[in-house]
Structures are given as structure tokens and as C-alpha cells.
């Protein structure tokens, strides 16, 4: 059982160098894509770049918040519905405190659809029912 408790903060970790790696990834394919050309300073200008771009961040903030409250709450042994809260806070805390500091519109919407997913995922937890509580 402690080993579990061990691997939830392990888990949430995992998810977070996951979901950063494979949206890097995606987004270095997506500037592949653009043909040199269309390259000014280095930057595509391509007008499909920027949604490709913003589609591929979204996603990662989707699955991330989905995965890190849904996992944590599925590696705990107990208490699975207060892993999934502490850990909605803590996913939420990470872009919201960096709109904290500074203030960048931008940060809202991903903030927003984070907070959504994670909603979700906490209504999924949730509803696993009290069976999971012991």
C-alpha cells in the first residue's frame, strides 16, 4: 500500500513530462511540415502554422488534465476522490499560477480548457461511486 501512495506523485510527474514531450514533438512535425519558403526569421508564416500550433497545445492541455486526475486517483488505494481533487488543484495551480506572475492574457484559455477537462475528469472520478473510498 505505501508503495502506491509512493507512486502517485510519480505518476502525476510522469504525466506532466508525457503530455510536454509528445506536444514538443508534435509541434517540431508541425514545423516540419512548413516548406522553407514560407520561413521568415526562422518562424513559418504559413497561415494553417498558428492553428496546428494551438490545436497541438490545447490537446496537451486536455489529456494532461484529464490523466492527471484520473491516474493519481486510479494509483491511489484509498481516498481516490481527494487524490482527484488535490490533484485538479495542483494541475490548475501550475497555469494558474503563471497567469498569476504575469498577467498574459493568453494564459486564459488554456487555463479555461484545462479547468474544463479537469472538471470532467474529477465528475468521471466522482462517479466511480464510494466503492473506491475504502
Known amino acids: 500500500m505505501v508503495i502506491r501512495w509512493l507512486l502517485v506523485p510519480v505518476s502525476a510527474a ?4 508525457i503530455c510536454v514531450v509528445a506536444a ?10 512548413c516548406p522553407p519558403e514560407s520561413r521568415v526569421g526562422g518562424a513559418c508564416v ?3 502554422h498558428t492553428t496546428a500550433v494551438e ?5 496537451a492541455f486536455v489529456v494532461a488534465a484529464l490523466a492527471l486526475v484520473i491516474v493519481p486517483s486510479l494509483v491511489a488505494p484509498r481516498l481516490k476522490r481527494a487524490v482527484a ?5 495542483a494541475g490548475l495551480g501550475i497555469p494558474g499560477t503563471m497567469y498569476y506572475f504575469t498577467s498574459w492574457a493568453e494564459l486564459l484559455a488554456p487555463l479555461a ?3 474544463l477537462a ?3 475528469a474529477l465528475w468521471w472520478v466522482w462517479r466511480r461511486g464510494a466503492s473506491n473510498e475504502s
Open 46 to 48: 504559413e497561415p494553417w
Open 118 to 120: 479537469g472538471a470532467i
Open 24 to 33: 514538443r514533438g508534435a509541434i517540431t512535425l508541425v514545423d516540419q511540415r
Open 85 to 89: 481533487m488535490v490533484m485538479l488543484l
Open 14 to 17: 510522469a504525466i506532466i513530462g
Open 113 to 115: 480548457v484545462a479547468a
Open 55 to 59: 490545436v497541438t497545445i490545447y490537446t
